[in-house]
């Protein structure tokens, strides 16, 4: 018995049917996206089919535009098309402008983050928006009130523009080839302990990422297992392998640095723990910079300056007095400064203008009835000329190894030429010549005798600190200088793991010539890089493994700051997770928000002001 097989149904997506431009005339009919659309009472057929279409028209529109024939018909046809663009446009614009709205609501809300202000700015500025739209161009006023900008409005907006900062950085943290870290701890207005973490990363083709990996509030101890606990958490949350794991820079607290139970020395058990080669450790350079200036101690000097500073400015009468005498003398500066310790310019700053100001400085301390017997003694204020011209220089040290992106070869190479300057400074003082020391010249060519012996002891001092720190730095000097200038090393000084591959590239010429081309320019540097042949594996690797060091930490004390003037005494409330979002957007460098494709996930929506 044999069964003949169902006959299987035809659809209508196989009929593969089309519009026929005949139908706008004779059904009112006309193709819009693909379906067909009545043209009197704009409803839509699913079917390309004119039975459909036909019986559409009949019922419906037959009886009222059956008199419509010819020209008079083909013309209310094309009225007819006009109206229905019309109202499509009017949709289509309506929807462009609140795109409009949520985009400048974004951009607004960054703004706003970046430059430190709270969230109910958001509401005020939208105030001087409308009011400058009445002035120039009243007839769009309803466009800028669509855009939100009331304080929670403004707060959701950073939060999800850090987020898209965040995911940004996890995706790019997929490519590293390797990466390291810079953290350091800080306390807020409300005494809460905030660990921030820095990541700096080199994929393939040597590009570098440099941006914030957290902020995390630490609201009990801030041991080192705390702060390595919170450390592994923010480099798994954000899908770095451990494996790529190369350096890590801190501040040199005995929390960090501890031999047994440091927070370094916690990370270099983890890494034995994954098989993991042993990650580069270093102590902030510039913090290593600011203790070595300390050995220059002069507290003859420094005990008086401070004095006559805090007894100017110390009495708001006094101040005012002061600062009128300056105006008085025309003098060229304004004000004498506050010493503060804790920042590292502060002596230097201080010292310079108290110098410029000596003279209005003791004429008004004679005239307040104050005797300061040391400011006519000749050894005193050549004692402070010298401090004034030794700390200038530690201050230009001091800026030079400061800034976003900076190279660790770079920063060391500074602090070795600062050394070469001192051996230089300290056979100078001892013949007396005072070309780099114009305080101390201007004073000698005044009349002030001068004796060098003591400034040359000075001057040892500092040169036995400095050669005493940065030990960190000098066990790796080979590789930085490898770095920094591959063709000009010598190859017995390097380790036998790149002896071979060294040769070939310095007997490159080609490679030889390009290097030229990039030497010294730090941003071009990676371009070359790119081009080396494949040839070089262990060169790469190292290239990229010093690449990503942090020489300090440099980015988390400029996020303090930034930190601190968000979260001030008139902030105090501001939550964690808001102040994350704050510092994320405001200090992101290499990494934007992608602003439209937040727009495409949020609709507009008026605020209430």
């Known amino acids: 018995m044999s069964f003949s097989k169902p006959a299987v149904k035809r659809k209508i997506c196989d009929e593969h049917r089309q519009f026929q431009e005949k139908w706008e005339v004779q059904y ?20 390309h089919k004119e039975y459909n279409l036909k019986r559409h028209y009949t019922t419906r529109h037959a009886e009222e535009y059956a008199k419509y024939q010819g020209d008079e018909r083909a013309n209310r046809v094309a009225n007819l098309k006009t109206c229905l663009l019309r109202q499509q446009d009017f949709f289509k614009k309506a929807t462009k402008e609140n795109d409009a709205a949520v985009e400048a609501s974004y951009v607004v809300s960054e703004m706003i983050a970046k430059a430190g202000k709270p969230f109910l700015e958001g509401e005020f500025v939208k ?45 790019k943290a997929k490519c590293f080839s390797v990466y390291s870290v810079a953290l350091d701890e800080s306390t807020d207005i409300t005494d809460t302990a905030q660990l921030a973490i820095y990541v700096r990363g ?63 020395a916690l990370v270099k058990k983890k890494l034995e723990e994954e098989s993991v080669e042993e990650a580069i450790a270093l102590h902030c350079i510039i913090h290593q910079q600011a203790l070595c200036s300390k050995c220059l101690k002069f507290d003859n000097v420094m005990s008086v300056v401070v004095k006559c500073i805090n007894q100017i400015r110390s009495r708001s009468l006094k101040h005012r007095r002061f600062r009128a005498l300056l105006e008085e003398m025309e003098s060229e500066y304004g004000d004498v400064l506050y010493f503060t310790e804790v920042r590292w310019l502060s002596r230097g700053n201080i010292l310079k203008r108290f110098f410029e100001l000596r003279a209005e400085v003791k004429a008004f301390m004679e005239k307040d009835g104050v005797a300061v017997p040391v400011l006519s003694d000749p050894k005193w204020l050549m004692d402070l000329a010298f401090l004034v011209d030794i700390t200038h220089e530690l201050n230009v040290l001091n800026k030079k190894l400061q800034g976003q992106g900076q190279l660790v070869s770079a920063a060391y190479d500074n602090v070795r030429a600062f050394s070469a300057k001192l051996m230089l400074w300290k056979a100078q003082l001892s013949q007396t010549n005072l070309c780099h020391f114009p305080a101390c010249k201007a004073l000698m060519d005044a009349g002030t005798p001068f004796s060098g012996e003591k400034y040359v002891d000075a001057i040892l001092m500092l040169q036995e600190e400095f050669d005493h720190r940065f030990a960190d730095f000098k066990t790796h000097r080979a590789a930085f200088q490898i770095f920094a200038d591959p063709f000009s090393f010598d190859v017995q000084d390097a380790p036998p793991v790149l002896q071979m591959e060294l040769i070939d590239l310095q007997c490159n010429s080609e490679l030889r010539a390009k290097f030229r081309e990039v030497s010294g320019k730090a941003d071009k540097l990676g371009q070359f890089l790119r081009e080396l042949p494949p040839s070089f594996p262990e060169l790469s690797r190292m290239f990229k493994r010093t690449m990503c060091l942090f020489g300090s930490t440099y980015l988390c004390e400029k ?36 602003v439209a494709r937040l727009c495409k996930r949020k609709r507009c929506q008026i605020s209430s002001s």
């Open 28 to 47: 009112f009919f006309v193709e819009h996206r693909g379906i067909p659309t009545c043209l009197i009472c704009t409803e839509k057929v699913a079917v």
């Open 127 to 171: 105030k001087c928006i409308l009011q400058a739209a009445s002035i120039v161009c009243p007839e769009k006023k309803g466009q800028f009130s669509n855009i939100s900008l009331s304080a929670n409005t403004v707060a959701e907006r950073i939060s999800d523009l850090s987020s898209d900062v965040y995911d940004q950085l996890c995706e």
């Open 202 to 264: 080199v994929d393939d083709n040597f590009e570098v990422t440099e941006e914030l990996l957290t902020v995390i509030p630490m609201h009990g101890q801030t041991t080192a297992q705390e702060i390595f606990h919170q450390l592994c958490d923010a480099i798994e949350n954000a899908g770095l392998p451990w494996k790529r794991f190369v350096g890590i820079t801190t501040d040199g607290a005995p929390s960090m640095t501890g031999r047994k139970n440091g927070l370094v």
């Open 559 to 594: 996020l303090f700051s930034t930190l601190n003037f968000n979260k001030s005494k008139y902030r105090s409330r501001l939550t964690d997770e808001h102040l994350q979002a704050l510092l994320r957007v405001s200090t992101a460098s290499s990494l934007k928000p992608n």
